[in-house]
């Protein structure tokens, strides 16, 4: 089977065009709702969203709080559609993320923190969509048509689109020059080679990714792909949390993989990744700093909050690899369709 013989690896292809696509597309419309947002001087960002979107929203969160200092909080849509509960979110603002915009729960969850004060803004890949019309403000993020169930460019424009609004918002410069110059950046992670860590999972049922900070999110987002295309057991955990119970589970030759990035946690991920390879495990990480633990290929974004997104690129191209040398379909996972319409 040729590299592109899959939708998702065609579309994990596009992803430099669509980042590109997305900053030069949208660059004013993210300048406006920048300042709009910092007009609104919110004490509070809520976001709403599930599944991979769910995973973009956890990574902005970092960002947010890494950046701008303002504490991110996700809000629940049970809370909303099931237990009929009514948040108080005066002062705050509300990123809801979904790449179609059409999940009942999201957009009711939306309209309900409009409805309680927030300034709401729609993250997503469908302009003309409920969750569009529920919001006061829209975000483009222009990724194209996604026919691979499995989300990947519509899951980094999600990310870098938060960022660009980020950066506009608290007047950024070094993060919007750092998104300018992502698009070749994230081609040339596309071809890193992590075959290594492949050999290591083979036809083990589970493993850990780890990771810290923007990381963790990118890490969650991983392990969320291997079971949707691999239909294999992946837990992600912060390099902290592991070891606080999950460690146990980790034996001889358990495949552990630590996505670190060049930022402020890199020298405690290739710690955790040493102290793991020490017990036995087949632990692989993306830095040169682990001394017993393997080293993955990775590219720098060139910024320490952009950094987690190359490392994604270079994942997403080593999960369909995989899940083929599995002889499985990764656009079409069992019991999964595009669109997933929860209440």
Not at 216 to 228: D, M, P, R, V, Y
Not at 286 to 311: E, N
């Amino acid at each position: 089977m040729s590299p592109a013989a899959t939708f998702m690896r065609a579309e994990i292809a596009e992803i430099p065009d669509s980042v590109a696509v997305l900053l030069e597309g949208s660059r004013d419309r993210l300048a406006a709702a920048g300042r709009r947002l910092r007009a609104a001087n919110p004490a509070l960002i809520a976001t709403v969203a599930r599944g991979s979107s769910d995973h973009a929203a956890t990574y902005l969160k970092y960002a947010i709080e890494l950046l701008a200092g303002v504490p991110v909080a996700s809000v629940g849509p049970s809370v909303v559609t099931i237990y009929g509960a009514k948040p108080r979110l005066r002062d705050a603002a509300c990123f809801a993320i979904s790449q179609s915009g059409r999940s009942p729960d999201l957009v009711a969850a939306a309209s309900a923190a409009h409805d309680g004060g927030a300034l709401t803004f729609a993250v997503t890949n469908t302009p003309a969509s409920p969750l569009a019309a529920a919001c006061d403000e829209l975000v483009d993020i222009m990724a194209g048509p996604e026919r691979s169930v499995a989300a990947t460019k519509s899951f980094v424009n999600s990310a870098v689109a938060g960022l660009a609004l980020l950066g506009h918002w608290i007047g950024d410069d070094d993060l919007l020059a750092a998104l300018e110059s992502l698009p070749p950046r994230i081609a040339a992670a596309i071809d890193c080679d992590w075959g290594a860590f492949a050999e290591a999972v083979g036809a083990r049922p589970s493993l850990f990714i780890l990771g810290r900070g923007p990381a963790l999110a990118i890490a969650k987002e991983a392990a969320l792909k291997f079971k949707e295309t691999c239909s294999l057991h992946a837990e992600a955990y912060s390099t902290a949390e592991v070891m606080h119970g999950p460690v146990s589970l980790v034996g001889e030759a358990f495949p552990v993989l630590v996505l670190a990035a060049r930022d402020a946690a890199e020298k405690s991920c290739a710690e955790t990744a040493d102290l793991l390879a020490g017990r036995g495990a087949a632990v692989f990480a993306t830095s040169d700093l682990p001394r017993r633990a393997g080293h993955l290929p990775f590219v720098s974004a060139g910024h320490p909050i952009a950094d987690s997104l190359a490392l994604i690129v270079s994942f997403y191209a080593f999960i369909e690899a995989f899940a083929r040398r599995r002889g499985l379909d990764p656009d079409r996972p069992a019991n999964l369709k595009k669109v997933t319409e929860t209440r």
